[in-house]
């Protein structure tokens, strides 16, 4: 089956700052590729997704790249606040949805 | 209405108890999903419904017991848990059935005593 790592698995920034989290997918035929927020005790939330077809997609403070030679996708905060800490998961699709370990996302004020 | 509901939102039980978990989504989606989530973890899956028949079954124990009555609603049949399977239950519905675009209900908190 397909095999996600994602790092780091904790990051503490500074508002303002930029943050990036990284996976890694094992099998090439993966062809989506999520990322979910999920704050204390909520619902892991949809914030953006990229398909195999393109390499960058963006959302107002929030990007995912992907390049699939290397099968690795990361995500891009920019300008970050206190309301982005959170636990952040990657995943990716292939037959049904491999999760990353997640990373714990602190936006220091 | 865009939204994923589940009840109870949390849930003690017995080990000799039985009990239900529900979720309804009224989006149309084609395919529900049950994941645990165990705290710190990424939820892990359970159960895949496809047009309300069974299509995933990640080797869950009997003990848990999914049934699609119609295409809006899901529920998992809780009996004789172990205190292991306290966790975060979260059902997820999406419009087809290829494990894109999950949208996740806010998920019933299950202690098991």
């Known amino acids: 089956g397909e095999n996600v790592e994602q790092h780091p698995s904790t990051l503490s920034v500074q508002e303002g700052d930029s943050a990036v989290i990284k996976c890694t997918y094992s099998?090439?035929?993966?062809?989506?590729f999520p990322w979910y927020k999920q704050e204390l005790g909520k619902r892991p939330q949809l914030i953006i997704d990229?398909?195999?077809?393109?390499g960058e997609k963006k959302d107002q403070r929030i990007a995912v790249t992907l390049n699939k030679t290397a099968k690795h996708f990361s995500l891009h905060i920019t300008e970050t606040q206190p309301e982005d800490s959170a636990v952040y998961f990657c995943?990716?699709?292939?037959?049904?949805?491999?999760f990353g370990s997640g990373t714990k996302l602190n936006v220091k004020p | 209405d865009t939204e994923v509901t589940q009840t109870p939102k949390h849930l003690v039980m017995g080990m000799t108890n039985k009990k239900s978990l529900k979720c309804e989504q009224h989006?149309?989606?084609?395919?529900m999903y049950w994941y645990k989530q165990k705290a710190k973890k990424p939820p892990e899956l359970m159960f895949v419904?496809?047009?309300?028949?069974?299509?995933i079954n990640e080797s869950v124990p009997s003990r848990f017991s999914p049934e699609c009555p119609n295409s809006s609603l899901l529920n998992l049949h809780l009996h004789a848990l172990q205190p292991e399977d306290s966790a975060l239950y979260l059902c997820?519905?999406?419009?087809?059935?290829?494990?894109?675009?999950?949208?996740f209900g806010s998920g019933t908190q299950l202690s098991v005593l």
């Open positions: 997820a519905s999406s419009q087809d059935t290829g494990f894109e675009k999950l949208f």
């Open positions: 419904y496809s047009y309300e028949k069974l299509s």
């Open positions: 990229i398909r195999s077809n393109v």
């Open positions: 989006m149309g989606h084609r395919a």
């Open positions: 995943a990716a699709n292939f037959n049904k949805f491999y």
């Open positions: 099998d090439s035929a993966s062809n989506y």
